[in-house]
Structure formats: C-alpha cells, structure tokens
C-alpha cells in the first residue's frame, strides 16, 4: 500500500482522458489525416478509419493503458514485469520515444515560428515562396525556436503528474476543441472566384471531404485505403511508443477504463475529423482540388499560409488561430512522449524526477540539434525505401515509424494474445468493478 502511493496518479478520470487525448490529438490529426481522407476517396476512408478504431484502435488503446495500471510500471519495465523474457520489449517500446522526442520537438519549433509571425501580423510574408525553406535552413532561428519548445516541454514535465501534465491537458485541450470549432465554422462560410471567373465555396469543399467517392474504386486501391486507414490509427492513437503504458501507470484502480478509453478515442475522432473540415473546404476553394495534393510539413507551412493570404485581412487572425491550436496540439503530443521516457527513467534508476527530465532535455537538445542542422550543414539526400527523399528528420521518423513501432504493436499482440494471455487484461478492466461489489458486501 506505501509503496503504491509514492507513485503519482491522476487526480480524477477527466484529467487522464485529456492528457491522454491530448497526446492522441497531434500533428497527426492535423497534416495527416485530412490528406489521406481526400486523397482515399473521402467518406470512404471515414468510414474505414470510424470501423478500425471502434476495432482494432479499442483494442490496442485499452491493452496498452492497462499494462500500465497492472504493473504500475513506465514501459521500459512494464514488459518485464508482465513476463521476464519480454524484456527487451520495453527496451524497444521506450526508445520509440527517445527517437521520436527531438525531432518532434525540432516540428514544434517551426509551428511556435509560424504563431509568433502571425500573431506579430506578418502572415503573408510567411506565404511568400521559399520562406519555409529558408527558415528551416537557417543557421540559428530552428534552434532558437526547437529551445523553447523542448523547454516548455521540459517545464510541464518538470512540474509532475497532477500540477504539471494533468493540469496543463485540462486548461489546453478545452482551447485547442474551442479553436477548432471556430476555424471549422469558419471554413464552412467562405467561397472565392478565382481568376477564370470559377466560384468556389467552403460547403462544396465539405462535400468533397465526406461524400464518399466510389470512382476508379479497384481492389487495390480498396487495401490502399484500408491500410492508409490502419496506418493513421496507430500514429493517431500514440500506440506502440510506451506512451499510453506510462500514462496508464498513473491511472488509479477505481477507475473506468472501458469508459475512459471510449472517450479518448471520440475526442481523438472527432478532431481528426474536424481539422478536416477545417482545411479541406478552405483549401478546397483558394486552391482547387490540385491544391489538397501536399501533405505533412508542406501542407502545414506552405499550401495553408497561402490560404491564409488569399484569404485578405482575416487570414492573418484565422491563421493565428490556427497555429495556436497547432502549437496546444503539438505541445500536449510532445508532453506525452517526454513522459514516456522520463517514467522509464526514473523507475529504472531510481532517479528523481528532476534528474531524469534534465538528462533527456540534454539528450533530446543534443539530438534536436542534429536534426535542425540536418537543413544546413549535416544536409544530404538520403532514398528511403519507400521512394523519398529523406534528411536527418525524416530518417529518424522512418526508423520509429517503420521499425521500432510495428514491432512494438506486433510483440505485445503476442504477448498479450498467447503468451499471458487476453484474460490477464480482461481481468484488469474489470477489476474496477468488482471492487466496488466486495465493497457493498464486506465493509
Ligand atoms: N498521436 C499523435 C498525432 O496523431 C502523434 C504523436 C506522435 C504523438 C508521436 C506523440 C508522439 O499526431
């Protein structure tokens, strides 16, 4: 009993579910997933992506959390303690977010960029051709920048489980669904003519976005779907990356996990499904159908500041907004992953807390560096085997993304499906349950 309550926990249950969520609703919901619904037919994918969560996504969400709460543990000790041989799973599962931590931080950093010029009325400079290159290419700014973010990463991991992550998810989630809605609503309203007389509007963009389109529909592209679908859920749901065992360690036995875990993947869902409809009908009518082919970093800091411009004067407040919203997104994200590495830490070396966030702030600077100068004078021109280009940043998210983390989920269906299998989880959700029934009738 003593030694359970020197773990932190969650103060209640909405405080896990927004930092969880928060975790969940990143740059993935928001440079990712309205891409791939357009460019997979769009209600189409919905529909895939909406079966595989209440599916798959369930499954994996509630395992994960609940190895957390069983063993108590970060995911570098987790796994052994589920079953001894499985040891090098949490060595794995927590070098997923070691990898992923400085690059991320290195995004967030571009996004903070992007924010200061447009809540300093500069958005259209940052439109111009080539700004996003030069920046991310310059000698000092991405640095500058990655260091305020890691460090107001840092400062809330600082702070602990109850004043740092719990109560930062539940001041930033409440602002980022407000500006969603706002920015959606708003994205819905406008139309254009551009300049060959073609009229536009935001509705007709909607349409684009949720009205399945069956045309050119062959077997292939049905997989082509259904994988970009599942491919989306696992990044979008922060499985397989340690995350959502640390989280669940601080989760305490009363609550409801089944509940719980419902309501982080409808909040993950409906963001995704938001920014959508924030970007697809305001690309949609300043830039056509053409306009909705970039995804990733270009869609974010170079088709949409675009957007922005041609939208006149309110671009500059729409898209202050909007990288706002990034920026909570990004933040909460990138809090999560720290976490994941820091718990692991200190539970391994019976390190403060203090202590084990500043070795990986110092790892995570050293290695954001790298990443920045990757732009600049660690520049080349790598072929990844899936056919792109790659620089320093996107070697690291191949290798998570790839390698790392398919092993991960793989090892721990394993682990879980026939090693000790399912009941042990089963067991463990339902504990909530019946400690409440011994209650009624022994005390
Ligand atoms: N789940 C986040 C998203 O959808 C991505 C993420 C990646 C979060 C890595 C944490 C760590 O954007």
């Not at 990712?32 to 969400?61: E, N």
């Not at 999560?336 to 600077?365: C, G, Y």
Request: charged share 15%.
């Amino acid at each position: 009993m003593k030694k359970q309550a020197k773990r932190n926990s969650f103060k209640g249950s909405i405080g896990f579910v927004l930092a969880a969520a928060g975790s969940a609703v990143g740059l993935g919901n928001i440079w990712r997933f309205p891409y791939l619904a357009a460019k997979d037919g769009g209600g189409i994918f919905l529909v895939f992506y909406i079966a595989l969560a209440l599916t798959f996504g369930f499954t994996l969400l509630i395992t994960e959390v609940t190895i957390g709460r069983k063993t108590k543990q970060s995911p570098l000790m987790a796994y052994e303690k589920i079953h001894k041989k499985w040891k090098n799973l949490g060595v794995i599962s927590c070098l997923v977010p070691i990898i992923i931590l400085p690059y991320y931080c290195v995004i967030g950093g571009w996004v903070f960029k992007y924010f200061l010029a447009y809540l300093t009325g500069n958005g259209t400079s940052a439109a111009q051709d080539g700004f996003f290159t030069s920046f991310i290419s310059g000698n000092y700014e991405p640095v500058i920048f990655l260091v305020l973010f890691l460090f107001a990463t840092s400062f809330v991991i600082f702070r602990g489980v109850n004043k740092g992550i719990e109560s930062f998810s539940k001041i930033l989630m409440p602002i980022l669904i407000l500006f969603v809605i706002i920015i959606a609503v708003f994205s819905l309203t406008i139309s254009y003519t551009d300049e060959n007389g073609i009229t536009r509007t935001g509705m007709q963009g909607l349409m684009v976005y949720v009205v399945p389109n069956f045309n050119g529909m062959t077997v292939k592209s049905f997989f082509t779907v259904l994988l970009d679908a599942m491919g989306q859920l696992f990044f979008s749901l922060s499985v397989a990356m340690g995350i959502m065992i640390a989280y669940g360690s601080y989760v305490s036995d009363s609550a409801d996990l089944k509940k719980s875990i419902n309501q982080i993947e409808i909040f993950d869902t409906v963001i995704a499904f938001l920014a959508g409809v924030m970007i697809i009908p305001a690309v949609f009518t300043f830039a056509g159908t053409e306009g909705m082919e970039a995804s990733g970093p270009s869609l974010m800091f170079v088709s949409l500041p675009k957007v922005f411009a041609a939208m006149g004067s309110i671009g500059n407040v729409v898209g202050c907004l909007f990288f706002a919203m990034v920026l909570f997104a990004a933040l909460t994200s990138s809090i999560s992953v720290m976490e994941a590495i820091v718990s692991s830490f200190m539970d391994k070396f019976k390190i403060s807390r203090a202590k084990a966030a500043s070795i990986e702030t110092i790892i995570a600077l050293i290695a954001g560096v790298v990443v920045c100068l990757g732009y600049n004078i660690f520049y080349f021109e790598l072929k990844l085997p899936n056919g792109t280009v790659a620089q320093v940043l996107d070697v690291m998210d191949y290798i998570s993304n790839n390698f790392f983390m398919p092993l991960v989920a793989i090892g721990t269906c394993i682990l879980i499906g026939w090693i000790v299998k399912p009941q042990t989880i089963i067991d463990e959700v339902e504990k909530t349950a019946q400690k409440w029934a011994e209650k009624d009738y022994t005390i």
